[in-house]
């Protein structure tokens, strides 16, 4: 069931035939999930001559179909992978009527470009998976089917197949682990690209479960790549510090695993919320070009903070050429845009930018992009001189509705900004919630621009973050690691630094909160977070 050791075990037994397509195949799975990606890749081919060799066409296509998906989406080989996927396609026209076509089918639609033709694609393998009563198909295509509908913004469509294909999962009607990783991968794709946190909470507790009983690591990779998106939308950072952090580690055990990229970005835009723009560019040194494309925000926002406002629009609009405009992709695009204009003092073309980001929000109109247009038109009135108050306030319910606290705090010191001279009281309320909200994220750079905000105001704000006395943002991701029991060097793993680095800490944190041992550590942690809830 994922046990991958034992099932190595078995299958080189002296009383298994080693030349067995079966057998070769089995191996190739306990290799998969090993993360040792070019030993099963090895074992599969050998596994499709041998099926070649005894006439099994089935297992043949099945084969070609499963080495295409291993070079397109983790090797990152595309040539390869595509000349198998063809071999896979010339295979099926011996038998069209083959149980494969469904399979094949859905692979194709995986690869193609076009989205109306990948939503066909797996609406085809859907309807032959039912016709041959292949449940595995059936939910795996459910869940492509979903996640398609849901990039494509057809987001209330999309995420009910995808939560009837997770309750198949739930309900054990799914054994295959390659089915079950894709499912979860799809799910929680679909829901970054929402950005639904509540769904994604609820089903990632069914995919911890399954992953920890199955002993399927890949499961966990999948999943906290994209959850650990949904988390740093949500504020939740040390959660997704964590799991993007495991993600990035277990797809490191491949020799060349592509998906590592996708959790690097993911990790990139979290340290640029928390300011720490050297580490993100570091983070994104040496990606491809499809993969840089994918951490444009990110990269955008650097150039603003640094000042660049030609070089932040530069790398926005070039990022756009590759979206739908109207879509919800392209909604945080247009935002940056509108901020990129408006640091160069071009308030018509951030008035444009924003309109353009409203036809997003009625194309697609969920409480986060909505939001998104609400406070880009408030930004423009309070760079022109109108009043934003109206658009702050929307802004500011539709970040709530959406559990997106960073843009939430974001939104309240645009209105504490907008009412300084006539209604200094809220403002100072704003601000102050604005700052609260950034130092439990904690968001060091915004919490300075709120700090000053407040002193503008007369008003003095404590500069002792809650719960961690005087440490610094290191000292306190390196004290919630201790809390977790973990050693120093599993520390320097998961924050990407030296274990004299982390030594350091531990040896400034310890004194500046009084304490003795690790162990005293772990257990101001405890009262602490148990304080805080």
Not at 402 to 426: G, H, N, S
Request: proline letters at 3%; one cysteine or more; aromatic letters at 6%.
């Amino acid at each position: 069931m994922g046990d991958a050791a034992a099932a190595r075990r078995l299958l080189e037994g002296p009383d298994v035939d080693p030349a067995s397509g079966s057998v070769l195949e089995g191996l190739a799975q306990a290799s998969y999930l090993q993360f040792d990606f070019l030993r099963c890749v090895e074992e599969w081919e050998r596994a499709y001559a041998a099926h070649r060799r005894s006439g099994e066409h089935v297992g043949a296509v099945r084969v070609a179909r499963t080495v295409a998906c291993v070079h397109l989406m983790i090797l990152g080989n595309g040539a390869v992978g595509s000349g198998w996927l063809s071999r896979a396609q010339t295979l099926l026209g011996d038998a069209p009527d083959s149980p494969e076509a469904g399979w094949v089918a859905l692979d194709i639609g995986m690869f193609e470009g076009d989205r109306s033709r990948k939503i066909e694609r797996f609406r085809q393998a859907l309807e032959r998976a039912r016709g041959a009563h292949d449940t595995d198909l059936e939910f795996v295509a459910l869940a492509y089917l979903g996640a398609a509908l849901v990039h494509a913004d057809r987001t209330v469509e999309g995420m009910a197949l995808l939560d009837e294909s997770l309750a198949a999962v739930a309900g054990n009607d799914v054994e295959d682990f390659f089915i079950l990783e894709d499912i979860f991968c799809q799910l929680f794709s679909a829901c970054e690209h929402a950005c639904d946190v509540q769904r994604a909470d609820e089903w990632i507790q069914v995919g911890e479960a399954i992953a920890a009983r199955r002993k399927l690591p890949a499961v966990s990779a999948f999943c906290r790549t994209h959850y650990g998106g949904v988390l740093t939308t949500a504020g939740r950072w040390l959660e997704a510090e964590a799991a993007l952090t495991d993600a990035i580690r277990l797809w490191g055990l491949g020799q060349r695993s592509a998906l590592r990229s996708g959790a690097l970005v993911r990790l990139a835009e979290l340290r640029v919320r928390q300011g720490r723009f050297e580490e993100a560019e570091q983070l994104l040194e040496g990606l491809d070009s499809h993969v840089a494309g994918e951490a444009a925000r990110s990269v955008a926002t650097i150039r603003l903070a640094q000042g660049e406002a030609e070089l932040a629009r530069d790398v926005v609009e070039r990022a756009l050429e590759g979206v739908d405009g109207d879509s919800a992709a392209a909604a945080p695009l247009w935002g940056l845009l509108v901020d990129a204009h408006l640091a160069a003092d071009r308030a018509d073309d951030a008035r444009a930018a924003a309109e353009q980001l409203g036809r997003c929000a009625e194309r697609t109109p969920a409480p986060h992009l909505v939001a998104t247009a609400a406070l880009a038109r408030g930004l423009v009135c309070l760079a022109t001189g109108d009043d934003p108050n109206a658009c702050l306030r929307e802004a500011i319910a539709g970040f709530s509705r959406a559990q997106m606290p960073m843009e939430l705090a974001r939104c309240r010191m645009a209105l504490a900004r907008a009412l300084t001279t006539e209604q200094p009281e809220v403002a100072m309320a704003q601000a102050r919630a604005a700052f609260e909200a950034f130092q439990r994220l904690p968001a060091s750079r915004d919490a300075d621009g709120a700090a000053a905000v407040l002193r503008s105001l007369g008003v003095r704000p404590n500069a002792v973050r809650q719960g961690v006395g005087v440490l610094t943002a290191r000292e306190n991701e390196v004290l919630q690691l201790l809390g977790h029991g973990l050693t120093n060097p599993e520390i320097a793993d998961r924050l990407f630094i030296s274990r004299k680095t982390v030594e350091h800490h531990v040896g400034n944190l310890l004194p500046k909160l009084g304490l003795r041992s690790r162990a005293e550590a772990a257990g101001y942690v405890a009262r602490t977070n148990s304080a805080g809830k």
